[in-house]
């Protein structure tokens, strides 16, 4: 009987399968080091553009930056005078607002209903007066309710007063809040615009 000795054979076929897993785990490392190769560039290539156009952000705004102050220093002029003009505004509407609430009360202020008595604290009136009837009184209360310079005019107390000549009187007191209405801003007139020569209607 012939016996055949087959451990080369088998050793040759380790070492081919070893080759071959070697080449396979050498084609993926390969395979693997190229991605990883292509996304660094890609991830390279993207932070070299963000980087160009952050440069580029930053000398434009180098460049305009002296605008942009010029812009600045612009709204802060325009808020220090707004503010100006408010105060001055608050100042003129102050010193005309007596005269404006007497010509009011004078308004209102019905025949045969006397005022007898006017007194402000903090913006808040208080006026005594004497009339013929009841009637006149709610007249003086819907008319000062109806102007602009007064605000939550409230009748405090009514009662019989002394006869005076054979009349008799009824004593009331009321209370209202003054109001200093701020002025209309003008309308810009629509049009072309006016015409030479053209003068403003007195309102």
């Known amino acids: ?17 070893l080759r071959q897993q070697a080449m396979q785990v050498l084609l ?11 996304a660094h560039s890609q991830i390279t290539s993207q ?10 952000m930053e000398s434009d705004i180098k460049q305009f930056q002296p605008q942009l102050d010029q812009v600045a220093a ?13 105060i ?25 209903l006397w005022l007898t008595s006017l007194s402000t604290n903090e913006g808040k009136l208080e006026l005594k007066g004497e009339s013929l009837d009841n009637e006149l009184v709610a007249v003086l209360l819907h008319g000062l309710g109806e102007s602009k310079y007064f605000d939550r005019v409230d009748l405090d107390s009514t009662e019989l007063g002394q006869d005076k000549g054979g009349l008799k009187t009824v004593s009331f007191k ?9 002025p209309k801003k003008a309308k810009k007139a629509k049009g072309k615009g006016k015409a030479a020569g053209d003068e ?4």
């Open 74 to 86: 612009f709204r802060k002029k325009k808020a220090n005078l707004e503010k100006k003009i408010d």
């Open 174 to 182: 009321l209370q209202a809040m003054l109001v200093t209405p701020k």
């Open 28 to 38: 993926v490392l390969i395979v693997v080091g190229a991605g990883i190769g292509y």
């Open 200 to 203: 403003p209607v007195a309102s």
């Open 47 to 56: 932070i070299g553009s963000a980087e160009r156009r952050i440069r580029q």
């Open 1 to 17: 009987m012939i016996e055949i000795n087959l451990l080369p054979v088998r050793e040759a076929r380790r070492r081919a399968d």
């Open 88 to 112: 001055i505004d608050g100042l003129d509407r102050a010193r005309k607002g007596p005269v404006q609430v007497l010509d009011q009360l004078a308004i209102h202020t019905p025949e045969r």
